[in-house]
């Protein structure tokens, strides 16, 4: 793939067709603070959508509610600005009922690890198809500064002007503890790196998380801030990871929240499970035979006929 903003990608359906960045680009302007990283995660998300090549009435782009659960409304993709903690099972829906849809789904690390943080592990050990960007800030920045579950120990905020007294939430530890098949960091600061974390977490067959490190210019810690995000980056391909060693990127993942902040694929199983939807589809056609016609359907709640009419189940593999 080119990380040029040129690059276009075709369309599997008709293949003629080509898309840039702007066919992704919505007229609207977004009302972040300048120099808000979720900028950053814009561009990146628009190049990668051109470099997959799906028309924008073929993707679907689900977030919760946070300043960077604002960015479906900066895409001409389908857009559902949600609610907050919900995207995950939202874009379950979405994407049971509509196979065929590309479904991205976005927002903030509170959405994602604070009150949405009980729907990760499900759709993870579902392997739903999804791609999971998370602009982890370390902050709620739509709320005005309070701590987040990703918040370092000791972060003085609005809040918490002592400090906070937990530890993080570590997202790519917590994800590849619980079984997720692609877990990446990227960061806007490494633009062109971000760019191919979304398409390779879009590419590959199930649940992706694409953990970003997009600084709240303000209300987060200096740490976190572009400037000084270079001076930690470590690419994980710089130190010869070899993404299929799962052992390896959990103990590399230990390190999130510290010194070093490293980019790049942690975790790509190189054997998938099937996906939840796959599964589904697999179980319909197989008992689809034995179920019942619509208008018998009443029966199976009616004493006495509901034995009668329950099908049989056939064994699944
Ligand atoms: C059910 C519910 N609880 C709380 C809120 C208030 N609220 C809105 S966004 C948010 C946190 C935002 O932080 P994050 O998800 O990290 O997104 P960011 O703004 O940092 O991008 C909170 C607590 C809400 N809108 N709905
Ligand atoms: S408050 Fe923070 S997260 Fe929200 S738009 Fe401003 S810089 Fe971005
Ligand atoms: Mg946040």
Redesign the pocket.
């Known amino acids: 793939m080119s990380d040029t903003e040129e690059h276009h990608g075709s369309c599997c359906e008709c293949p003629e067709a080509t898309f840039t960045s702007k066919d992704y680009r919505s007229d609207l302007k977004p009302i972040w603070c300048p120099g808000c990283g ?1 900028f950053g995660v814009l561009t990146a998300l628009h190049r990668a959508l051109a470099a997959i090549g799906r028309p924008p009435h073929e993707i679907a782009l689900v977030s ?6 604002r960015i479906p409304g900066y895409t001409t993709v389908y857009g559902f600005n949600t ?3 919900r995207a995950l099972p939202i874009a379950q829906g979405i994407k049971l009922a509509n196979p065929n849809l590309l479904v991205i789904v976005a ?6 690890f ?2 949405g943080g009980g729907h990760v592990p499900h759709a993870i050990r579902r392997n739903m198809d999804l791609t999971y960007i998370v ?1 982890d ?1 370390q ?5 005005k500064g ?1 701590l ?1 579950p990703t918040s370092r120990r000791g972060s003085r905020t609005a809040s918490s002007s002592y400090g906070s007294l937990e530890d993080p939430v570590n997202p790519l530890l917590y994800c590849l503890a619980y079984g997720a098949g692609f877990v990446a960091q990227g960061a806007p600061s490494d633009l062109d790196g971000l760019v191919r974390l979304i398409e390779e977490g879009i590419r590959y067959p199930g649940f992706a998380l694409i953990n970003v490190q997009s600084p ?1 210019v303000t209300f987060g810690q200096a740490e976190t801030q572009l400037k000084n995000q270079k001076g930690r980056m470590v690419k994980l391909s710089d130190m010869g990871h070899d993404p299929s060693d799962k052992l390896k990127a959990m103990a590399i993942a230990q390190e999130y929240g510290g010194e070093k902040m490293h980019v790049g694929v942690f975790y790509r199983n190189p054997s998938p499970s099937p996906t939840y939807g796959d599964e589904v589809r697999r179980r319909q056609e197989e008992q689809g035979a034995l179920a019942l016609p619509p208008e018998r359907i009443l029966e199976l709640f009616q004493p006495g006929k509901a034995r009668a009419a329950a099908p049989k189940a056939v064994a699944v593999s």
């Open positions: 979720d919760g509610i946070g300043c960077s659960s609610v907050h903690g927002g903030g690390d509170g959405d994602g604070s009150i602009m800030n902050i709620y920045g739509l709320t309070q987040s709240c």
